[in-house]
């Protein structure tokens, strides 16, 4: 596994202590600590962490509002450290985007699989992020060229296909992505007077 800098919030010193020690076994880099929510929250905005460890129960500010406000303001996996198995909190957890639930006591092994499991999550999730995206600027293309096709068409006084085959060929010979040409076409008939 690679070596990690990671946030650890726990109001107990020892519990802490403890997950500082089996991370820095573990070859993590510890670049904070907190004793409650708020430290955390504070913490992870000036270290930006790669992975954060959050006690679930801790005093002024609890782990699952600091996972919420953490996240609201970074994308990076959260493990929430636990000594309860209530499951309305790990239903809760799931729902803010926390990647992994880890109940005390904590030993080497069930960190470790913790830790790589929130890993593994959020690379799952940052990829479906990356693959929405794809297809939104796909879509988001696709209607540029019909309403660049729909300007050819008025102004060359062509049909559909013979329109799309000029995008081409113009996308062809100035070796600019389809999608620009359209982009260009589209934004100077908008510039010409009367056009909407």
């Known amino acids: 596994m690679e070596s990690l800098r990671l946030l650890i919030a726990d109001d107990e010193e ?5 997950l500082v020690g089996i991370c820095e076994s573990l070859g993590h880099q510890i670049v904070g600590q907190a004793a409650n929510g708020q430290e955390a929250v504070e913490l992870a905005a000036l270290t930006g962490p790669d992975l954060v460890l959050l006690d679930i ?23 929430i450290v636990t000594g309860h198995t209530d499951h309305a909190l790990i239903t809760d957890a799931a729902r803010l985007g926390v990647f992994s639930y880890l109940v005390k006591p904590i030993t080497p092994d069930r960190l470790l699989a913790a830790i790589a499991t929130a890993q593994a999550r959020f690379s ?3 990829d479906l992020r990356g693959e929405v995206g794809d297809l939104k600027q796909s879509l988001d293309d696709r209607k540029l060229v019909e309403r660049a096709k729909g300007v050819i068409m008025r102004d060359m006084k062509v049909g559909e296909q013979e329109a799309y085959r000029w995008l081409k060929r113009t996308s062809s010979q100035s070796n600019r992505k389809i999608a620009d040409v359209a982009r260009s076409i589209v934004a100077l008939d908008t510039r010409r007077p009367g056009t909407s």
């Open 14 to 18: 020892v519990v802490r202590k403890t």
């Open 57 to 79: 129960r801790m005093p002024v500010l609890g782990g699952l509002d600091a996972a919420k406000a953490i996240l609201e303001k970074a994308t990076v996996p959260i493990v």
């Open 124 to 126: 799952d999730m940052q």
